[in-house]
């Protein structure tokens, strides 16, 4: 039997990624495809995956590789179970081909993080190496190693280059070579992602056996006056509310160490055995060796002595990592489903497998349509994934789905530890839950029997990775992934992309619309034109209006919330006498104040800098700090209702999964009155308290050089609008804006998407923007300007002969010229933005290294 092996090891960029091995008889009964398996590579042995089997047509490939090609056998099975499902493998081809990404790099994407093992050698004195044999011609260094291995039996590599130092340790391994004295045998490092086990200590003697041992050990201690129960009750640990005053009182076991130690030995290896043994028969709680052995005094060797007279034995225990451990998740049961709602689940249940836009407004039950379409899958032997945009967001998004189906959820994002991910992983591919929710990469879960995939939000720009590759869209690669296993895809948004919606409008996907609340009304949109309290005399970033709002809310007990898509506390550090701007001397752009900490922070490379009292150019006293950010809104809120509980929620205050967690709760509990945030308060969450919304400033978005600068302002506008009004109060939105006219502004007033989308898809199509050509962002970046704008120019060129040779009339180029932010990290950055209805074609033989290659990319910035 011959197998197709998948490796890092090899060339990513080969045409052919595969390397055909020689199954051992002795693994033709276990391998299986998609296993991890170790394998000979060079002198190296690596870590791949099992690809493909060949059993039947051995004859042709081996033709196809030579008859010069020797094959080498598989060397090891890592892991029975395989690591990757068939339909994963089938994406994993997919995405590579799509996305132009070595398909080794793809596969490992699919892998949770510490799996995959690195190659070492270990170093071992060798069969031929006799002790005193003559050394004079050897090397210091080496003679040293032979000691080492001679006291430690083996030493690998990295802990030789620790030892020497790199160049040292070369030396040695090349003279190491020459020399019979040493073997290198190629091995594994031990993966980083392993579960984490305990070792227990319990009975394993029937009632009977145990009686008679411990009469046996009873006759031992005869001539000692001290009973058994009393040496427990000595050893026992105290409860935690009485220890400080156990450390006061007498210690009944100090009072005997001292006879204890000049009593025979026998006696007192029965007294601890016989103290373990009651401690073990409690039954409390399980005991480890080493707690077990602090609580009563027994030795390794005691113990040892009580596993050989099968007294007690020894079982190792798995501890899960559960990212849900400690957090109450009240049940929850089906909701009654409008005729909507259930018209909505029966097309997600319905036959035909065409993908299905679920476009609902904010606060329309789509989560309730979610949960009743997976219940009736899971009823019937299937299981499901739901993907959220948000770490922000999974939280709230568990609890109601967890409170559906205790027990049978996990999770998958990454915010968690090496450690969970690796043991939700294991869960999943299991088959002991029944849904996986998390971020994009959930969706590379290995969950067998997959019936259904919901992606809620689709939306967000969160689904695309645009910087690594594979810059796969979560998106895409779910579509793919229903059409490989013949299942149902959710697309579900109150505002979807325009890509999308021009999708179903198309027919390729089937278009459910929820275009009511549940239980109430949408809150009507008030727009507050700034310019007019600028013209009545009113500075403040807060309109009249708004402030009239919020008072009304805080006497009424109410909640609010006030997005402003900007951190900080001033967004430019101005000099008004010579005009200096305070900017990243990394990235170029302009640092944001924050008066909290008192620093200049750079949003895009977090390097800090001292807050600045005079002008480094003109060395003036006239720094001013201008703009406005959520540090700004939440003192002008103190300082206009000092009685209101404010919380701030942005990535200053919110770094982790449990910040995330600890916000969220704090604000659904009535902690706070009013939540001050940027786009993570508008993205999804169900907050009932809320009646009433103000965006401090619609314009930030407005007017950005990108083609899709309009869907963001309208959908974030929207969707922040939409968490006003959710409970049983009515709700009230109010925007602020310079720009009242603007057809964002005026359509996302009235929650009109359709409009917005004819109005967009209109522009698009003028201006041959998607969804009507594709488009592949090409990024280079360089420490020097003229070596990007170089290396553009040449890229450029090929581009463009290439355009011309494959005879690609509909294809053009926007560009080569610098980013839009062009400075970023210490890098200068030039971009080139390829236009054309497929560009895969182009992509195949154009050769870029050093550039980094985003296709199908959400911002053209």
């Known amino acids: ?67 010069e090609v020797t094959l080498r056998p598989l060397h090891a099975i890592l892991d029975p179970e395989p690591a990757l499902l068939p339909h994963q493998l089938a994406l994993s081809q997919w995405i590579s081909a799509y996305y132009v990404t070595p398909l080794a790099q793809v596969a490992q994407m699919m892998l949770p993080p510490g799996l995959m093992q690195r190659s070492q050698f270990v170093l071992r004195l060798s069969e031929t190496y ?77 009632e009977e056996r145990l009686a008679a041992w411990k009469r046996h050990q009873e006759e031992i201690l005869q001539p000692v006056e001290l009973e058994p129960a009393y040496v427990v009750a000595a050893l026992t640990p105290l409860p935690a509310a009485v220890r400080s005053a156990a450390r006061r009182a007498p210690n009944p076991w100090e009072a005997t160490a001292t006879m204890l130690e000049k009593e025979d030995k026998a006696v007192v290896q029965a007294r601890r055995q016989l103290a373990a043994v009651e401690l073990l028969q409690q039954g409390a709680t399980p005991w480890t060796q080493g707690a077990l052995s602090k609580a009563t005094g027994l030795t390794s060797a005691q113990l040892q002595n009580m596993l050989r007279e099968q007294i007690v034995k020894i079982e190792t225990e798995e501890l899960r990592r559960d990212p849900l451990r400690g957090r109450s998740i009240p049940a929850s049961a089906p909701l009654p489903l409008t005729a909507d709602q259930a018209r909505a689940v029966q097309a997600i249940l319905a036959a035909d497998k065409t993908p299905i836009l679920l476009h609902g407004v904010t606060g329309s039950g789509k989560t309730e349509v979610y949960l009743q379409a997976l219940a009736a899958l899971i009823a019937k032997g299937k299981r499901g994934i739901i993907l959220v945009p948000e770490i922000a967001l999974t939280t709230q998004a568990v609890q109601r789905v967890a409170g559906r189906f205790p027990e049978r959820v996990a999770i998958i994002h990454s915010d968690l530890s ?98 009511g609340r549940i239980g109430s009304a949408l809150p009507p949109v008030e727009v507050i034109d700034l310019r007019n309290e ?38 430019c550090v101005l000099c008004r006498d010579c005009g200096f701007v305070a900017v990243c ?36 006293s006239s720094i001013r700090y201008f703009g406005l950010g959520t540090e700004k809104v939440q003192e002008t809120i103190q300082r206009l209702f000092p009685q209101a509980r404010l919380l701030r929620w942005d990535r200053d ?24 945030g940027t786009q993570m308060i508008a993205k999804g969450l169900d907050l009932p308290g809320v009646t009433l919304v103000g965006v401090v400033s619609a314009d930030i978005a407005l007017n950005l050089p990108d083609y899709s600068a309009a869907e963001r302002a309208f959908t974030l506008l929207t969707q922040v609008a939409g968490r006003a009004g959710r409970g049983s109060q009515a ?73 011309a040779r494959l005879g690609l009339r509909e294809t053009s180029l926007v560009g080569p010229a610098p980013a839009f932010m062009e400075r970023m990290r210490g890098k200068y950055r030039w971009q080139i933005i390829l236009r054309g209805p497929d560009l895969h074609q182009l992509l195949r033989v154009i050769d870029a290294p050093g550039w980094e290659i985003d296709i199908d990319p959400i911002s053209t910035m």
């Open 1 to 67: 039997m011959l197998a197709d092996v998948l490796t890092s090891a090899a060339s990513w960029d080969s045409e052919r990624p595969l390397l055909t091995y020689l199954v051992p008889l002795e693994l033709e009964t276990t391998v299986r495809i998609g296993q991890l398996v170790a394998i000979p590579y060079g002198e190296r042995l690596v870590e791949g995956i099992l690809w493909v089997l060949h059993a039947e047509d051995q004859d042709e490939l081996l033709a196809e590789l030579g008859a």
């Open 130 to 206: 006799e002790p005193g044999q003559d050394l004079q011609e050897s090397s210091l260094h080496l003679r040293a190693l032979l000691g080492l291995l001679h006291e430690e039996g083996e030493v690998d590599d990295a802990r030789l280059k620790k030892l020497l130092g790199p160049a040292r340790a070369k030396a040695i391994l090349q003279e190491i070579k020459h020399s019979n004295l040493i073997a290198r045998d190629p091995r594994l490092y031990a993966p980083k992602a392993r579960a984490r086990t305990k070792r227990l200590v319990r009975l394993c003697a029937d």
């Open 418 to 515: 090496i450690g969970e991910r690796y043991d939700e992983w294991r869960r999943i591919r299991a088959g002991e839950v029944d849904i996986v929710i998390g971020s994009r990469s959930a969706l590379f879960a290995p969950l067998p029997d997959l019936g259904l995939i919901i992606i809620d939000e689709e939306h967000e720009p969160a689904y695309k990775q645009g910087e690594l590759r594979p810059t796969y869209h979560a998106r895409e690669c779910a579509l793919i992934l229903g059409q490989l296993l013949d299942i149902p895809v959710v697309l579900g948004s109150a505002t979807p992309a325009v890509e999308t919606f021009y999708r179903a409008r198309q027919g390729e996907f089937r278009l459910v619309e929820l275009p």
């Open 534 to 571: 600028l013209h009545a005399g009113n500075t403040s970033i807060l309109s009249r209006r708004l402030q009239e709002e919020l008072e009304r809310v805080l006497a009424q007990g109410q909640q609010a919330i006030l997005f402003l898509n900007r951190r900080g506390a001033a967004s």
């Open 585 to 620: 001397d990394a990235c170029d752009l302009p640092l944001t104040y924050h008066a909290t900490e008192r620093i200049l922070l750079c949003h895009y490379c977090g390097k800090r800098s001292k807050v600045l009292h005079f002008c480094p150019s003109c060395h003036s």
């Open 653 to 676: 205050t919110a770094r982790h999964r449990s910040a995330h967690e600890q916000l969220l709760e704090r604000f659904a509990n009535r902690e706070a009155d009013i939540l001050i």
């Open 731 to 803: 709700g009230h939105v109010i925007i602020q804006t310079f720009n009242p006219q603007h057809f964002c502004i005026e359509l996302a007033s009235r929650h009109d998407y359709h409009a917005f989308y004819a109005t967009e898809i209109e522009a698009r199509q003028r201006y041959g923007y998607p969804p009507f050509r594709r488009f592949v962002k090409f990024t280079y970046s360089h420490e020097q300007r003229h070596r990007c704008q170089n290396e553009a120019l040449l890229l450029s060129e090929r581009l463009t002969e290439w355009i």
